[in-house]
């Protein structure tokens, strides 16, 4: 037992070091789920904790104690048992002092079983000395801070709120289930459905009123529907809510040639494959529509064809699977090399500001305020405005490539991002882009972009362009409202935006050829002619 704390005040110390984020950090322990749970406590209550052990002197008073050292290696020049004990201080340090009272200090104070180790283990032995001065210097802080109990001294309250009231979203996977076969095994296992907003157990779930095919689970039914044959046949994808606005919108017929830019690991892929699978009469062996998966990142790709495979979305004979995974960088794509392709999503890196468990605020306490604040001397920017405005640049670099293929006709961008430079702003500007006028981009009206969602744009961010905001979606973090009741509109911060092309006022190869000197050869002119004939058949596809 004592190793399960060494091991979680050693995953403390990465989060901390920064080297990974809090998930990663647990994840490399077998027993990673009790891990992440005490690293989740343990920064939750930190600045609590150390203020307490700070008080009580412990740290001063004990460090020795905590101090966990790697055990001396093991050769066969081993040095006799003595002289190890010199060389003592030149043994690395598994764990800093600090991490492992904290992880042991939560324990101490908040678990009703107190440290679960051996009772004369020194680390639990010294700290149990401290338990009552601990626990009343919580008390004080309580009182101090104005909150009504200990528990309240936990960060991050608001977000865990949020997560509560986030449901646990599940896909129907078309293609390995049907709608009809997902319902009756719910049925059969005692799950009933309840109206949207009246998911009060783990056995109840409701319908989404704007996707199709998705259905809202208590967060709290997580590990039960994890542990379904139903989940591991892949009848049922873990998808968030908002993630499953892109594919959805972008609504591509059964036959479309469709490029996924930006793919892994791949749930809006695979998302787009069963919408088109659902819509087809395709049976198996029989080829329809295709969707091109670009994947620049080489461990990201192999995770994206894992993926794709395991629900059957992966082109390959003898399957349902339309995807064709490519480990390529989209920048470097060719456009006139897909002339067929009509349709396309694009949800390119972003700053995952959106995402609401993804656990960093536990570290905010000191370090948002600390980000906002450094100005670089030379720019005047923070590191956090360096950093979006790099971002938004990248990202208008992939709509404006984009923009490029010939016979595309409509391309959602989506982002898990809440910052304006990421959504709005980058929107504003590919409509006022080169190519968007060149090829007659613009963006979808709001009919055609789940009109039902009541959350859009934020109008402070497009100025002058109100429209743009009534056209494009927004999520929340968390949803909108408050409590901590599971709500059918919560979701991850989420943006998406679907351009569309109409019939630009001048064909770029009008253009081309009016830009051509006179005399020009006739080969030139056949070549044109050739590829004016082949957009033409593009555009009628
Ligand atoms: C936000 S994630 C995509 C998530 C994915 N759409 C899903 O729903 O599972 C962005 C991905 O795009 C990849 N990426 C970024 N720039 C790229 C580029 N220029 N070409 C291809 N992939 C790129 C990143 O490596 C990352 O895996």
Redesign the pocket.
């Known amino acids: 037992m004592a190793d399960f704390y060494i091991r979680s005040a050693t995953a403390l110390d990465r989060v901390l070091r920064d080297e990974c984020s809090v998930k990663a950090a647990a994840s490399v322990h077998a027993d990673s789920g009790r891990v992440l749970a005490l690293l989740i406590n343990a920064l939750a209550y930190r600045s609590a904790l150390l203020a307490a052990l700070d008080a009580a002197r412990v740290l001063k008073l004990e460090a020795k104690v905590f101090t966990i050292l790697a055990p001396p290696p093991k050769s066969k020049n081993d040095k006799p048992k003595q002289k190890q004990k010199a060389d003592k201080k030149e043994l690395k340090e598994v764990a800093s002092a600090e991490a492992m009272c904290l992880v042991l200090c939560h324990d101490l104070l908040f678990q009703s079983r107190g440290i679960q180790a051996s009772k004369t283990w020194p680390p639990k032995v010294a700290l149990e000395k401290y338990r009552s001065s601990l626990h009343s210097a919580l008390v004080k802080m309580q009182i101090r801070q104005g909150k009504a109990r200990i528990q309240d001294l936990r960060s991050g309250a608001l977000y865990h709120e949020m997560t509560a009231r986030m449901p646990r979203w599940i896909r129907i996977n078309s293609l390995r289930a049907t709608r009809d076969e997902v319902l009756a095994w719910l049925a059969e296992h005692s799950y009933t459905q309840v109206e949207t907003d009246g998911i009060g157990g783990v056995k109840e779930f409701a319908v989404s009123r704007h996707v199709q095919g998705l259905l809202a689970f208590h967060p709290k039914a997580t590990s039960a529907l994890l542990q379904t044959e139903m989940y591991r046949d892949n009848w049922i994808v873990m998808?968030d809510l908002a993630?499953c606005f892109?594919a959805y919108i972008l609504d591509p017929p059964a036959d479309a040639q469709v490029v996924?830019?930006?793919?892994?690991?791949?749930?809006?892929?695979?998302?787009l494959s069963a919408i088109m699978f659902a819509k087809s009469s395709r049976r198996i062996g029989q080829s329809e529509g295709k969707v091109v998966a670009?994947?620049?990142?080489a461990v990201?790709?192999k995770t994206?064809v894992k993926?794709l495979a395991a629900v059957g979305a992966l082109a390959k004979d003898g399957t349902t699977g339309n995807v064709v995974p490519e480990r390529?960088?989209?920048?470097?794509t060719n456009p006139t090399d897909f002339g067929e392709v009509t349709h396309m999503?694009l949800?390119?890196?972003?700053s995952?500001s959106g995402i609401v468990n993804r656990l960093d605020f536990l570290k905010e306490d000191d370090d948002v305020d600390e980000l906002e604040d450094t100005v670089a001397a030379e720019t005047g920017e923070t590191k956090l405005q360096r950093r979006l405005r790099q971002l938004g640049e990248?990202q208008l670099l992939?709509i404006r490539h984009a923009f490029k293929f010939p016979a595309l006709r409509k391309v959602v961008y989506?982002?898990?991002s809440v910052h304006a430079q990421e959504n709005e702003s980058v929107v504003i500007r590919a409509l006022h882009s080169e190519e968007a006028d060149k090829f007659g981009w613009r963006l979808a009206p709001r009919s055609e972009v789940i009109p039902t969602w009541p959350v859009r744009g934020d109008p402070d961010a497009c100025g002058e362009e109100k429209d743009v905001a009534e056209n494009v979606i927004r999520c929340i973090p968390g949803g909108k409202g408050e409590g901590d009741k599971p709500h059918v509109e919560a979701c991850n911060g989420f943006f998406v935006a679907c351009f569309v092309k109409h019939a630009p006022t001048k064909r770029p190869l009008e253009e081309e050829q009016d830009a051509a000197p006179t005399g020009n050869s006739a080969n030139r002119k056949k070549k044109l002619q050739k590829r004016r004939q082949k957009q033409r058949l593009a555009q009628q596809a």
């Open positions: 998808q993630s892109p996924d830019a930006t793919s892994a690991p791949g749930n809006k892929t695979s998302h670009f994947e620049r990142d990201r790709y994206l993926r390529r960088d989209f920048l470097t999503l949800d390119p890196s972003c995952g990248f992939m989506s982002t898990c």
